[in-house]
């Protein structure tokens, strides 16, 4: 059993037409993709060259995503992030969507996370400026 973590909230932003995408639970061979649909969807690309998907509205709260897609290649819906590995990416982006639903509470709001990858996940955090 593994102890966890707490990260706290604060942030929001926009929306689009619906997409639809598979997404995997997690590693094992037994998940089944899920799928999902998205109105504005933001493809992250990891260190292994993986897609983690997430709303639009969610990634603008990364203050570097943000720029990357508002910047010069204003549009593009794809983002590579070469220095985040897919698993801490995952849960930045579980992060993001907690984040923009509990964007209404005054106070932080806890978010638990694995404590064997807290470091990476605050290094990340930091490098995505969320």
């Known amino acids: 059993m593994s102890s966890?973590?707490?990260l706290s909230n604060?942030?929001?932003s926009p929306t689009k037409p619906e997409t639809t995408h598979q997404e995997r639970v997690d590693d094992s061979p037994a998940s089944l993709p899920e799928e999902r649909t998205f109105e504005d969807p933001v493809?992250?690309?990891s260190a292994e060259g993986e897609e983690v998907v997430i709303e639009r509205e969610h990634a603008m709260i990364s203050g570097t995503l943000r720029n990357?897609?508002?910047g010069p290649r204003d549009g593009d819906s794809t983002v590579h992030l070469p220095c985040i590995p897919r698993h801490i990416?995952?849960?930045v982006s579980q992060y993001l969507e907690y984040n923009h639903a509990n964007r209404e509470v005054k106070e932080p709001v806890d978010f638990d996370v694995p404590s064997?990858?807290?470091?990476?996940i605050m290094l990340a955090a930091h490098f995505l400026d969320c």
Do not use: F, G, P, V
């Open 43 to 45: 493809t992250l690309i």
């Open 10 to 12: 604060n942030n929001s």
């Open 116 to 120: 064997e990858h807290a470091k990476d």
């Open 89 to 91: 990416l995952e849960i």
């Open 4 to 6: 966890s973590t707490q």
């Open 68 to 70: 990357m897609l508002l």
